[in-house]
């Protein structure tokens, strides 16, 4: 079973902000916390990867409080080419593999 | 940079028969994970192959295994086929020296189809 919750939809207009939590109460010491995006009929696409704190690059962010049961996905100004489904992984290779899951992720939704 | 790939891109197979599925990792990957991701569902990891050794598996049954070539390349098998091993199969490359963090690069899939 996977160990994360995310919602299972939202949806968004073009030049907003976009911010999908995922909840890992169960999350190990040496569990990383890591996002992806995937389109119908393609491989997941790595986006983002935390473990404590803010974490930046050039297409999101990823907030995680100090006590790292939940993370926050956010993603500026979308756009339609940001309509997917968004993953949150939470483990690490060697720890335990049913949370190597992706659970049903999140389709993000995003209208003109 | 070549990304990772995957062949055939599509396979139809009966039940009870075998297939094998081929992956590429990213150049400079050394590592290799196989998922199975069903219609509606996230992906499921089925193993990791590194050094030509199986590391770590999944909640899959012996029907399923796997290979890694000296070129870091690597197989799927699976055998007895059922009609719920319907699915698009994932390869994913990584190269984890010393961080055990889950950043993957994922091929297209190769789409299978049970009859």
Redesign the interface.
């Known amino acids: 079973l996977?160990k994360t919750t995310q919602p299972i939809s939202m949806d968004s207009y073009e030049g907003q902000e976009v911010n999908i939590t995922c909840s890992h109460n169960n999350i190990a010491t040496?569990d990383?916390i890591?996002w992806y995006q995937q389109f119908p009929?393609?491989?997941?696409?790595?986006i983002i990867?935390g473990y404590k704190t803010k974490v930046t690059n050039e297409v999101a962010s990823l907030f995680i409080p100090a006590d790292r049961k939940s993370s926050t996905l956010s993603l500026p100004r979308v756009s339609l080419s940001d309509t997917a489904v968004y993953?949150c992984?939470v483990?690490?290779?060697?720890?335990a593999?049913?949370k190597?899951?992706?659970?049903?992720?999140t389709l993000l939704a995003v209208q003109p | 940079d070549a990304g990772?790939t995957q062949s055939p891109t599509h396979l139809i197979k009966t039940r009870g028969q075998q297939v094998t599925l081929r992956c590429s990792p990213k150049s400079g990957h050394d590592t290799v994970s196989w998922y199975q991701q069903a219609l509606?569902?996230?992906?499921?990891?089925i193993f990791?192959y590194y050094e030509e050794e199986e590391?770590?598996?999944?909640?899959f049954p012996d029907r399923f295994s796997g290979h890694q070539f000296p070129n870091y390349s690597s197989e799927l098998n699976v055998n007895a086929l059922l009609l719920g091993d319907s699915a698009?199969y994932?390869?994913?490359s990584s190269d984890?020296k010393g961080d055990?963090?889950?950043?993957?690069?994922?091929?297209?899939?190769t789409?299978l189809t049970v009859t």
């Open positions: 996977a040496n990383y890591t009929s393609q491989g997941p696409r790595f990867q993953y992984l483990g690490a290779w060697g720890g593999t049913n190597l899951i992706f659970g049903t992720g | 990772v509606g569902q996230g992906p499921q990891f990791q590391r770590q598996r999944g909640n698009l994932l390869c994913a984890p055990s963090s889950l950043e993957q690069y994922f091929g297209p899939g789409r």
